[in-house]
């Protein structure tokens, strides 16, 4: 149940001519009364006696008879509230029973009081309702209407358990403003698989990843095809933005802009400017501005992998370990690696890395202010993978994309952690959202390269095999049966003799990685140490002499995913530190 307190507005007529009108694209069926403060009120939907005007000077009554010097210019007030789209189509009783409960919880009518403002809830749809009213008194006194929207979620929250409904998380007010209803049956009628509000604020969140400075934001929209103005103050100062899709138009056939802060909260100009910030220690310590330590350049995709999947490792200790403001920087970059591995991502795990960049935007922002400047690795690994370009989904490419989507997965479990101790409902259940769809890119990505491993390692002589055999036990006896139990054994395996042969400890590896984060709740650890093994000792994703191997490989299922499945149990203990 998600209800909705409207801007207040000056005329009531104007109102009630779009609740009882066709809507703006021939959207609104069979509008009529279900409650209102007056049982005998005139409906002008189902009564063909009744006029708009009627129903507009009973409303209006309480506020004309005010002196004109006391009536409030913007006297109308509006409630839309909607079901969740898997709810079940409620009667018009439903629907009137649930208007007088939230005129009663937002204060237009309390419960025994006979002086309430004047109201009314009409329908035009299955799925809502609208309730109109005036918020002078009987007595001529106004509403007490602060926190009306607080209190008409709190009073929802209550609806959904009485009648049974889909329970919504509770927000915070930094959510990114829904499609309109008008939004939504315009990206149906035209085909779209979103509405141009959430296409939008998806693209304009690719063109911000890994941005360094306005220039470069603005020609990222400008290459992405999008429609641009500038707002410009007196001074030639830039201000903000708008941004429109080429074919979204109005009636008049003009492009709809939409402001970058009605996209997203974080998507406003000085909000964008604020990911560019150094921490205050990176400055010179002649105050000549920030040094910023040099980085080599990205040669190609597989480096940029590499190098992101190194930055998300030590986000994921930050987040555990940091303060506030700190952890919040990483997890709203964290949105960043999203958005710029969906953009570059192949064919394969493309659909599946869009869905998780979309669901973790809500899980980046909260009342918790990010410490910008702190989360410059991970933005800079956001720009390498910009600027790498695509990648392959085979070879080097291929695996490294399997490496990283590992490490992102659990980077969005420990942000669902984060968020659950913080009490960010909406978040939390954002993060957990995301870390599905990365799972399930996740096994799309690996089944190459963990095959071709997989094979690897069968091949290896036996006395090479119980050598690793005879290491896995003991660095990690307690998790050794199961390990050696798993599809990918033969490929931690074969990476265990590759961290031998590049001239590193192999058993000192295996201890640090099982040390730095838990693993007894992942459905697949070997997958799990096998990326994290071969992303510490700087050994090749996938060794040259395994590129031409199968696909798919016989005595293999398929890749686990890191930590599958997600359950309550892996949410809560995968982001510890043992």
Known sequence: ??????????????????????GTHEEHVDPHLVAAWDSLAPDPGRDPGATYGDLQRLLDQPVTALPESRRP????????VRAAPEDPILSDQQWGEIARRMVAATGIAPDGDDTECRWAAVRHADDHIHIIATIVREDGRQARLRQDGKRSQAEARKIEIDYGLRRLHAGDGTAAQRPTSAERHKAQREGRERTAREELRETVRRAVAGTASTEEFFDRLAASGLLIRKRIAPSGDLLGYKVALPDDRNGEKEPVFYAGSTLAPDLSLPRIRERWALPAEAASADGSGPEQPALPDV???AFARRRASAATWQALLIIDHGDDGTAAAQIAAAGEILDALAKTSAAHTRAELREAAFAFERASRSHVRAARGHDRALRQAARDLVHSGPALGRGEDGATTAMLIDMAFFLAITAANWHAKKHHSQQAAAARRAAEHLRAAYQTAAGEPMAALGQRGRRMAQRVRQRQADLLHQALPELAERIRAEDGW?????????AREAGHDPAALLTEAARRRELDTATSISDVLVWRLRRSAHLPALPESSHATPARDSGRQGPSAPGTPLTQGTVKHSSRRR
């Open 1 to 22: 149940m998600i209800p909705r307190v409207h801007a207040r507005g000056t005329r009531t007529i104007g109102l009630l001519h779009y609740l009882y009108g066709p």
């Open 73 to 80: 210019a913007e006297h109308v007030w509006h409630l839309s």
């Open 299 to 301: 040669t190609g995709p």
């Open 490 to 498: 033969p490929a931690l395996a074969a990476t265990l003799d590759d």
